[in-house]
C-alpha cells in the first residue's frame, strides 16, 4: 500500500474536488480564506516541482520554521511528493536552537513564517552552511538589504512553470518509488533536561497511527471542522491535523494562539486537540462567572454541573443506561444552562477533543465532561508518534489516560516505567546512535521516561515523570507534576514549579493571574504600589497558601507545598525556562530563581 501521507491530496482532490479543505487568515487582509482540495493539490503538485528543481530529493531535509498557516501544511506534502522530510521548527525557537537543529539535520532549505523568524533565519544561514534558501510565507516581510538567499513563497511556486520534462519526470519516480520505511519527519524533542534530539518518524510509523485512529474513532467524518490551535511543530497537532485531512474535514488554521478565544467563536470547531492549560483557564473563566453570577443562577450552574456528572460521568462514561429522572432533568439543565456555557466558550457544535501532553485534574476533566464536552485525556510522544492510549467510548475512567492503542504492546519495567512496543514506534534518534540504544531495553520496549501501572481493566495511569521526579532530604520521593496539576485548578495560579530536590520540605514557585490577584487586592482593600510589592503582602501569600491547602489534602504531609514565593513575572520561553510547548525546565528555574528558593527554606 502507497505511503497516506503521499496520497492524502490527491485522494481527496479526486473525492472532493473544489470543497474546503484548509482556512486560514490571510496574511495581508487577516480575512478567513477557504483553499478547496483542488487547489490544494495544485500547490502540492507545484511546490514539488519547485523542491526538485531547487534540488531536494529523495532523503533531503527542508526545515519549517512558522505559525501554523497554509503553506506550512503545502510544504509538508510536497516534501513527501519528493521523498523527502520535513523537519518543524517551534515558531517561537531562539537563533541557536534554530542553528542546532538545521545544523543536525543538514536542512538544505528553511521556511519562515514572519518578520522575526526571517530575521532569526538570515543569522541561521550564516553559520549554516547546508541552508541555500530561506522561503517566506508571509509577503509583508521585509527584506534585509543585500539578501540573496531569500524568496517569496509565490515566487517558489512560480519556479514550477518552467519545470522541464526530466523535472517532472523526478518527481513523479519519487512519488511511485515511495516506501513505508522511508523518513517522513525529523521532530526534535523540546530538551527539558539536555539538548534536543531528532526522533525519526516513518511513513509506516504514521500510517499505522491513521489505520488505527479511524478503527477507534469511527464516528469522525468529512463534516468535522478541526481547529488546529497547538503549532504544527508539536507532534500532537501534526498527527491529528494530518489524521483530519485524510478523513477529509475541514481543517481551520489558527495562526496566531493568542487570538484562540476569538477564533473559537468565529470557527465552531467540532473538534480540537489541546493541552490541559487550555481546559484549565476554561475552567477558572467559567467558575468565575459562576462566582459573581446571581445567587439563583449560581445554584442553578452548580446543579447543572452536578446532574452533568452523573448523567455524562458516572453514567455513560461507564456504559451504563441512564435512569429516566436523571435524563429528563439534565436535559432541562442542558437547555437551560449547558448549552450556554458551551455557546459562550465558542464549542456549541462537538465531536471530540483530544488533550495530552501534561496530566489534567480529575476534577477539571469531569467538570469539561459534566457539561458535556467530549475530552478525551490521552498519552503519547515524539518518539511513538503521538498516542500510546486514550479514553474509550463508553468506558472511560477519570484518572486513567485511556487504553493502549490496539497494535502497541504495552507494559511495566523497572521503577514502574512504561515500556511500549508496536508498529508507530520512532526509528531511532538521529545521528545519535548511543542515546537510540539507550531508549530501548534488550527485548526492544522504547523507554517512555514515565511512570504508571496498569488498571485491572487495561488502562494506563500515569503516576509521574521519571525525570522529574526528586528526592527530600528526608528521602521522600516526590512527583512535582501531581502538585502541579492539581493546583492548575486554581484560577489564581498560571504558571507554578514545585521544589525540593534534597530540601527539608516541599515549596513551590507560583506566577499567579495577575489581573485575578488585583481584583482580589481591591475587592478586599489591600493597598500596594505595585505588583512586586503586592505579591510580598502577607495577606495575599495567606490566602494562596489557604487555597492550595484545600487543593492538596489528600496529598501526603511530607508531599505537600509548605511554603511559596510568588513571581512578578512569568516564566518565558526567552528565559529558558520554558520549552516551546511550555513545559518547565526545572534545571533552568531552579539557576535563575536560586536566591528565591533559599529563601524558602532560610527560616
Not at 342 to 352: L, N, Q, V
Request: proline share 4%; aromatic share 10%.
Amino acid at each position: 500500500m502507497a505511503n497516506q501521507l503521499v496520497e492524502i491530496v490527491s485522494r481527496n482532490a479526486a473525492k472532493y474536488g473544489d470543497r474546503e479543505a484548509i482556512r486560514y487568515q490571510d496574511y495581508t487582509s487577516h480575512e478567513w480564506v477557504s483553499m478547496s482540495w483542488n487547489n490544494f493539490k495544485r500547490q502540492v503538485d507545484r511546490m514539488a516541482l519547485s523542491l526538485e528543481m531547487l534540488g531536494v530529493g529523495e532523503t533531503d531535509k527542508i526545515a519549517l520554521f512558522s505559525q501554523n498557516c497554509a503553506g506550512l501544511v503545502v510544504s509538508h506534502f510536497a516534501a513527501f511528493t519528493n521523498r523527502a522530510v520535513t523537519v518543524p521548527i517551534y515558531a517561537t525557537s531562539s537563533r541557536e536552537e534554530v542553528v542546532f537543529i538545521t545544523e543536525d539535520a543538514g536542512a538544505k532549505l528553511l521556511f519562515v513564517g514572519d518578520q522575526r523568524q526571517y530575521e532569526v533565519a538570515i543569522r541561521v544561514v550564516e553559520t549554516v552552511k547546508s541552508i541555500k534558501h530561506i522561503i517566506l510565507f508571509d509577503p509583508n516581510i521585509k527584506l534585509v538589504k543585500g539578501d540573496k538567499t531569500s524568496m517569496y513563497w509565490d515566487d517558489m511556486l512560480a519556479l514550477s512553470e518552467a519545470a522541464s520534462d526530466e523535472n517532472c519526470a523526478n518527481v513523479i519516480r519519487r512519488r511511485e518509488e515511495a516506501e513505508p520505511s522511508d523518513l517522513a519527519f525529523l521532530i526534535y524533542t523540546s530538551g527539558t533536561t539536555g539538548r534536543p534530539k531528532g526522533v525519526m518518524i516513518c511513513h509506516e510509523n504514521f500510517d499505522e497511527q491513521l489505520k488505527i485512529h479511524m478503527k477507534r474513532l469511527p464516528f469522525l467524518n468529512d463534516e468535522d471542522v478541526s481547529l488546529s490551535f497547538l503549532p504544527l511543530s508539536h507532534v500532537f497537532e501534526l498527527a491529528w491535523s494530518f489524521v483530519c485531512l485524510s478523513i477529509g474535514m475541514h481543517v481551520v488554521l489558527n495562526y496566531n494562539p493568542k487570538e484562540i478565544q476569538d477564533t473559537l467563536k468565529v470557527v465552531h470547531p467540532t473538534c480540537m486537540c489541546s493541552v490541559p492549560r487550555f481546559w484549565e483557564k476554561v475552567y477558572a473563566a467559567v467558575m468565575e462567572k459562576m462566582r459573581k453570577s446571581p445567587k439563583v443562577m449560581k445554584m442553578l450552574m452548580k446543579e447543572a454541573i452536578t446532574v452533568g456528572i452523573r448523567r455524562n460521568v458516572t453514567y455513560i462514561g461507564n456504559g451504563l443506561p441512564v435512569p429516566k429522572v436523571l435524563e429528563m432533568r439534565y436535559k432541562t439543565l442542558d437547555k437551560m444552562v449547558l448549552s450556554k456555557v458551551r455557546e459562550a466558550i465558542g464549542i456549541d457544535k462537538r465531536t471530540i477533543y483530544p488533550t495530552a501532553g501534561a496530566a489534567l485534574s480529575d476534577n477539571i476533566t469531569a467538570f469539561l465532561r459534566g457539561i458535556d464536552l467530549p475530552i478525551y485525556i490521552g498519552y503519547g510522544l515524539t518518539e511513538t508518534t503521538a498516542s500510546v492510549s486514550f479514553f474509550k467510548e463508553p468506558g472511560y475512567r477519570i484518572g486513567t489516560i485511556g487504553t493502549p492503542l490496539e497494535t502497541l504492546d504495552v507494559k511495566i519495567g523497572e521503577n514502574n516505567e512504561i515500556l511500549v512496543k508496536g508498529p508507530s514506534i520512532m526509528k531511532g534518534y538521529y545521528n545519535r546512535p548511543e542515546e537510540t540504544a539507550a531508549a530501548f531495553t534488550e527485548d526492544g520496549y522504547f523507554r517512555t521516561g514515565d511512570a504508571g501501572r496498569i488498571t485491572d481493566r487495561g488502562e494506563l495511569v500515569l503516576t509521574e515523570r521519571l525525570k522529574d521526579l526528586f528526592k527530600t532530604s528526608n528521602g521522600k520521593y516526590i512527583a512535582p507534576q501531581a502538585l502541579e496539576s492539581l493546583l492548575g485548578e486554581d484560577q489564581l495560579i498560571e504558571q507554578v514549579a514545585v521544589i525540593g530536590e534534597q530540601r527539608k520540605f516541599v515549596t513551590a514557585l507560583i506566577v499567579p493571574a495577575y489581573d485575578a490577584v488585583r481584583a482580589y487586592a481591591d475587592k478586599n482593600k489591600i493597598g500596594y504600589n505595585d505588583m512586586e510589592d503586592l505579591l510580598k503582602n502577607e495577606k495575599i501569600i495567606e490566602m494562596f497558601m489557604e487555597n492550595i491547602n484545600v487543593l492538596q489534602t489528600d496529598f501526603a504531609p511530607y508531599h505537600q507545598i509548605k511554603r511559596i514565593t510568588l513571581l512578578a513575572k512569568p516564566f518565558s520561553m526567552e528565559t529558558g525556562e520554558l520549552t516551546n510547548t511550555l513545559k518547565v525546565r526545572r534545571n533552568v528555574v531552579a539557576k535563575n530563581f536560586k536566591e528565591e528558593i533559599d529563601a524558602m527554606y532560610a527560616y
